[in-house]
């Protein structure tokens, strides 16, 4: 009986210390319905069983045995590129919030929502039969480039330690976040085809599209919200090239697709978002 346990355990142990000794940063698809951190969970889970280990829990932080974190929130009716940092690859993140992203948004026009998505309840309804492409082609001029934005009320932003959607939820009183500086490097209408248009942006960190899109509503004589949601592109990943869909969430193919960070890279990573936060 001894020899067989100790057969079966040195296995387990061997995958999960390689599982261990990842550090770096990797891309996973992220469907719409669960939030990042749901993602992120379900990843960590799959990990952790294919290492042998039983019964894992990925909520428990005490005596966590895989750090893992991931490198910006996208909504969880939204879908696409989400980063996740493994090992000292976590320390590498703040780089992932604040670098550009591209998304491909779906907006539908004559509708607002409390929400600004097709997740919330509809607040106000507003003709569109007057809009044309070239209108929306004109109007997306103002918001490239460094712009003022105000936040959604529902986002992961906080209020005294809590997320100002779960204060809402709870019936509180939130107020609007100020306006703050974003950065739009490229906006462009793909298609036109009222009430639906399709937007391809690329931005820095800080951006909602959620904003944008109900901000062109408005500057259209008219309302909008977010239909659909995806995020193509953050920092070097790709949706196409990078992102590893849930049946590929193995050790194997996160090896293949690892961008390892060297100790001194790591460190000249943080200083330059240092420098670049000053």
Known sequence: MAGNLGSTVAPVSSSLSRL????????????????????????????????????????????????????????????????????????????MLTGSKKYVAVGELGKATDTLDATGSVILEKDFEHITRPDVEAKLKA???????????????????????????????????????????????????????????????????????????????SCAHVKELTRTKQGQFTLQEHALHEEQWTLEHILQSLQCCSEGELEKLQSKTFDDSV
Do not use: W
């Open 143 to 221: 918001f490239t480039g460094d712009i003022m934005q105000v936040p959604p009320l529902y986002s992961a932003l906080k209020k005294d330690g809590q997320r100002l959607s779960v204060l809402l939820k709870k019936g509180h009183k939130v107020e609007a976040k100020p306006a703050r500086p974003v950065t739009v490097y490229n906006l462009t209408l793909l298609e036109f085809k009222p009430p639906l248009f399709t937007l391809d942006i690329e931005c820095g960190g800080g951006f909602y599209v959620r904003s944008l899109v109900d901000d062109l509503g408005k500057a259209l004589s």
């Open 20 to 95: 261990q000794a990842l550090n770096g940063l990797f891309a996973v698809y992220k469907k719409q319905g669960p939030t990042s951190a749901d993602v992120l969970n379900a990843l960590k889970e799959a990990l952790l069983k294919e290492a042998g280990v039983q019964n894992p829990n990925p909520r428990k932080r005490r005596k966590q045995s895989l750090k893992m974190g991931h490198g910006g929130t996208l909504d969880s009716a939204a879908s696409g590129v989400l980063v996740v940092g493994v090992g000292n690859g976590t320390k590498m993140l703040s780089t």
